[in-house]
């Protein structure tokens, strides 16, 4: 086991030392990002022990070899996923035994991949080191590559890791071809609200009253750039999720407290004191997720246009409540009615201006606001960055 180790140390210090640590830099960031078709490399040898030093010594090249010759996937190690999953949801995902292809999706569906790698390595009575491979297609359930490879010993085992990695390189090199070309990744948010409330009085001579209103509205929509996992649309657009989400609440009310006509068989009108109420709340909510094409637009003046040639609904559902009491046979009577309808909002439309900065031409950034909460106030707010993929990436 010590000597394992030891070999392991000497290949970090060479020439994969470099590998190894951006690996570790660029995981988890590249890979909440989006900017790729992503892949899950997961070790299910049991921790600890010379099999789990030979599975980590695999699972490193793997990453060095996708980071080395496909700089635009995004990719992450069993850790990574459970630091975003937590070990308890991972486990509960995969289950117990030998996952199945439906669990197997479950894991890349909770961490937004499309590829699986599954890496075990099993030690013989006698010594012999199996190290084996798969690679998985989560989106068809199937599997692309299934690489297995036997040594005599786990040191022996070290260097059939690496030739099993080289081999997974070559099943990656025709589901990657011609995809890492250079494309913008980033975000857009846009964020709507109103908010507003009055109460004004309505008192009289005979009465004393008010009537209140109040409007609450939240719609934000958020466009995430994801082109490599989308379809790639080109250097200057973007294939892009967009996720809105619309809450509306009306509410209108007033109160009279006052003398009111009250006429009963056989007696003449006399009045009766008493407080009458309205109440009126329209709720309207809608959710909704598509893929827009996002277009961004250079100038030779230095500025720059984002804008979305489409705007697609989404659904709403609106549910208007009445309540209160009044009054009606000498007396005051309660009453209540509901009602709910479908709508359609149509507010996710982007048209952004912004001046390229010189020095960081790569990079776009900007916040506009408009409005105010009175009268509904639009913020948005975009970062975006050219990923270039044949360019090294460098530590920082």
């Known amino acids: 086991m010590k000597n394992l180790i030891l070999k392991i140390y000497a290949r970090f210090q060479s020439k994969f030392l470099s590998a190894f640590l951006a690996i570790m830099f660029l995981t988890v960031s590249s890979f909440a990002q989006g900017t790729g078709d992503s892949v899950v490399i997961i070790n299910t040898t049991p921790a600890k022990g010379p099999a789990d030093e030979v599975a980590h010594w695999a699972v490193t090249k793997i990453g060095a070899g996708l980071l080395d010759k496909f700089p635009c996937v995004d990719f992450a190690s069993t850790e990574d996923i459970a630091a975003i999953l937590g070990y308890d949801r991972m486990k509960e995902l995969l289950g117990g035994g030998e996952p199945s292809p439906e669990e197997w999706q479950s894991l890349a569906g909770a961490v937004g991949a499309r590829y699986i790698i599954v890496v075990s390595v099993t030690i013989q009575p006698n010594g012999q080191t199996i190290v084996s491979a798969k690679l998985l297609d989560a989106k068809t359930a199937s599997t692309i590559a299934d690489e297995l490879e036997t040594a005599a010993n786990a040191e022996d085992a070290l260097d059939n890791a690496e030739s099993l990695a080289n081999k997974l390189m070559q099943s990656f090199s025709n589901i990657f071809k011609n995809k890492c070309e250079p494309h913008w990744t980033g975000s857009i948010t846009q964020t709507r609200l109103l908010q507003t409330a009055t109460t004004t009085d309505k008192s009289s001579a005979t009465s004393q009253g008010s009537e209140t209103k109040s409007k609450n509205l939240s719609a934000t929509v958020n466009i995430v750039l994801q082109p490599m996992t989308l379809g790639f649309s080109g250097r200057f657009s973007s294939q892009a999720r967009v996720t809105q989400n619309y809450r509306y609440i009306d509410e209108f009310g007033w109160t009279q407290t006052g003398e009111f006509p009250c006429r009963e068989p056989g007696r003449n009108t006399y009045y009766i004191k008493a407080t009458t109420d309205f109440k ?88 506009k606001v408009e409005g105010d909460l009175e009268t509904g106030q639009n913020t948005w707010e975009w970062k975006l960055r050219l990923v270039t993929p044949n360019r090294k990436k460098a530590l920082k």
């Open 280 to 367: 009126r709340i329209t709720t309207e909510n809608g959710s909704g997720a598509g893929v827009e094409t996002v277009f961004i637009r250079f100038y030779d003046d230095g500025r720059y246009t984002i804008y979305t040639m489409t705007n697609k609904p989404i659904k709403t559902t609106v549910k208007v409540e009445t309540s209160g009491n009044d009054v009606k046979n000498c007396g005051t009577f309660p009453f209540s009615t509901a009602r709910e309808n479908e709508d359609a909002k149509n507010f996710a439309y982007i048209s952004l201006e912004g001046r390229v900065d010189p020095k960081n031409p790569d990079v776009l950034t900007g916040k």
